[in-house]
């Protein structure tokens, strides 16, 4: 029996410090992560980020948590309500970290008699600390607790023609009543040597400003090269011209070089040559987060202000919109069909 399993990132079970703790100790001590050698990420995360960070992450997770809790969690599952219905086979949801792990949602599937799972990790993009954690996690659990179960996995979908037009509409609704003068793509930031780590060439990553439009075997794993992929075809549809768009990466980690330009440096820049009415949009991200609904949709607005900016908008993450969930019913369907490409 076939079964559909949908991958996010996961949340804290609330914003107490305690919990923030014990969601990030699992996160950061990922090793796709933060990739250094165990004891070395081990002192440095248990060491000094537990002592200090929990506690601000928290008040950040207080400012964007709703009634129903953790907004990425609650609009995963209107997203796999909603799938439900469209398809013949049992779904369910799993959470690389946090209580909802993806061990719960292959048991789940398990229970109603699955043996063969398509795994969703939803990510466009490829990243060892994203795509690839999620894919190696659920083949370890499968491994170690589930071997008479075999699992597809849905490839990085980030120039696929459907996302691409769901992603262009849901876009286009937001910002047409919105007279913008300038459209920034914010992407999640990643450190620069996980580029290096993911070129399977092992050469042609310079992170300069010709590999990535350079042909090469290593973009199907080169998040840097996705991201702007993603962009070039986002704004065919919405047919922008070239100076009123730009690329940026946020959410910076530790004090290593990370992927520029950066998004917070982006806000005071664009504002301070001029730049009135700025949209945002974070096509990273499938789903509204701490990462959307905090650290752009409000200190974004308030960076960009604050520099000489006016009128600002987050435009939203396609979370359970309906021509989304289309989108991936029918990604579902064409995997039963063995019309689909798996990882």
Same mark, same amino acid.
């Given at each position: 029996?076939?079964?559909?399993?949908?991958?996010?990132?996961?949340?804290?079970?609330?914003?107490?410090?305690?919990?923030?703790?014990?969601? #990030?100790?699992?996160? #950061?001590?990922?090793?796709?992560?933060?990739?250094?050698?165990?004891?070395?990420?081990?002192?440095?995360?248990?060491?000094?980020?537990?002592?200090?960070?929990?506690?601000?992450?928290?008040?950040?997770?207080?400012?964007?948590?709703?009634?129903?809790?953790?907004?990425?969690?609650?609009?995963?599952?209107?997203?796999?309500?909603?799938?439900?219905?469209?398809?013949?086979?049992?779904?369910?949801?799993?959470?690389?970290?946090?209580?909802?792990?993806?061990?719960?949602? %292959?048991?789940?599937?398990?229970?109603?008699?699955?043996?063969?799972?398509?795994?969703?990790? #939803?990510?466009?993009?490829?990243?060892?600390?994203?795509?690839?954690?999620?894919?190696?996690?659920?083949?370890?659990?499968?491994?170690?607790?589930?071997?008479?179960?075999?699992?597809?996995?849905?490839?990085?979908?980030?120039?696929?023609?459907?996302?691409?037009?769901?992603?262009?509409?849901?876009?286009?609704?937001? %910002? @047409?009543?919105?007279?913008?003068?300038?459209?920034?793509?914010?992407?999640?930031?990643?450190?620069?040597?996980?580029?290096?780590?993911?070129?399977?060439?092992?050469?042609?990553?310079?992170?300069?400003?010709?590999?990535?439009?350079?042909?090469?075997?290593?973009?199907?794993?080169?998040?840097?090269?996705?991201?702007?992929?993603?962009?070039? @075809?986002?704004?065919?549809?919405?047919?922008?011209?070239?100076?009123?768009?730009?690329?940026?990466?946020?959410?910076?980690?530790?004090?290593?070089?990370?992927?520029?330009?950066?998004?917070?440096?982006?806000?005071?820049?664009?504002?301070?040559?001029?730049?009135?009415?700025?949209?945002?949009?974070?096509?990273?991200?499938?789903?509204?987060?701490?990462?959307?609904?905090? @650290? %752009?949709?409000?200190?974004?607005?308030?960076?960009?202000?604050?520099?000489?900016?006016?009128?600002?908008?987050?435009?939203?993450?396609?979370?359970?919109?309906?021509?989304?969930?289309?989108?991936?019913?029918?990604?579902?369907?064409?995997?039963? @069909?063995?019309? %689909?490409?798996?990882?």
């Amino acid at each position: 029996m076939k079964g559909v399993l949908l991958v996010n990132l996961g949340s804290p079970d609330s914003t107490k410090t305690k919990d923030v703790r014990k969601y #990030l100790d699992e996160f #950061l001590m990922d090793k796709r992560v933060i990739d250094m050698p165990y004891w070395k990420r081990f002192l440095l995360v248990k060491g000094i980020i537990l002592r200090f960070r929990p506690k601000k992450s928290g008040a950040a997770y207080k400012k964007i948590w709703w009634k129903e809790g953790s907004p990425l969690v609650v609009i995963s599952q209107r997203f796999t309500k909603k799938l439900i219905p469209k398809l013949d086979i049992p779904v369910a949801l799993g959470m690389r970290y946090g209580s909802m792990s993806i061990e719960k949602g %292959i048991k789940k599937l398990t229970d109603k008699g699955v043996t063969k799972i398509f795994m969703i990790p #939803l990510y466009p993009h490829y990243a060892m600390s994203s795509y690839e954690t999620v894919v190696a996690k659920a083949q370890k659990i499968q491994k170690e607790k589930f071997s008479n179960v075999s699992i597809d996995s849905l490839p990085v979908f980030y120039n696929n023609s459907q996302y691409i037009r769901v992603m262009a509409n849901n876009i286009q609704k937001q %910002i @047409e009543s919105f007279d913008f003068d300038h459209l920034l793509f914010s992407y999640h930031g990643i450190p620069e040597r996980h580029i290096l780590i993911s070129d399977t060439t092992q050469s042609h990553c310079k992170i300069d400003g010709s590999c990535c439009n350079t042909h090469s075997e290593a973009h199907k794993t080169c998040y840097r090269h996705q991201c702007f992929e993603t962009t070039k @075809e986002i704004v065919k549809l919405l047919d922008l011209k070239g100076k009123t768009y730009s690329n940026s990466f946020q959410s910076r980690l530790l004090k290593d070089p990370w992927l520029k330009p950066y998004t917070d440096f982006e806000f005071e820049r664009l504002a301070k040559e001029g730049t009135k009415n700025l949209a945002v949009i974070t096509p990273a991200f499938v789903t509204d987060c701490l990462e959307t609904l905090e @650290e %752009i949709a409000m200190e974004g607005k308030n960076q960009f202000q604050k520099a000489g900016g006016e009128k600002y908008i987050h435009v939203a993450c396609m979370n359970d919109n309906e021509d989304w969930v289309n989108v991936v019913a029918n990604w579902v369907k064409e995997w039963e @069909e063995n019309k %689909i490409e798996i990882f």
